[in-house]
């Protein structure tokens, strides 16, 4: 069987960016702990704002999304790339990135059932 830690986590986190679009607003903005609480609550992974470091930084430097700085203790905006890239090959952008990205530490994602 196939462990899609990753994939869970970055479609919860484009979820949140188109979201967020669909409302209104241009792109996300938030703080990693923040996307980390939210996606710790749709994906039911233990996800930590290190997590979304991680994700984030690894997102930007696939050419997936684009981050803008809010700067130190302030939120960042987070966009994707689809608009820019066209959608066909946004997606594709998306599964060749999952093909090879493994999140560091990604054991830490799982959550810890006290009463197994």
Known sequence: MRDD????????FID??????AA????????HETIANWLADRT???VTPRHVQYLTLALRDGQIIDVGGGGIGRPNSYDTREAAMGTEAFWDQVDAFLM??????????RRVDPGA
């Open 16 to 21: 949140l960016i188109q979201e967020r679009k």
């Open 5 to 12: 830690l990753e994939a869970l986590l970055l479609h919860a």
């Open 100 to 109: 090879v990205w493994r999140m560091p530490n990604r054991e830490s994602l």
């Open 24 to 31: 209104g607003r241009r792109e996300l903005v938030a703080t």
């Open 44 to 46: 039911g992974l233990a």
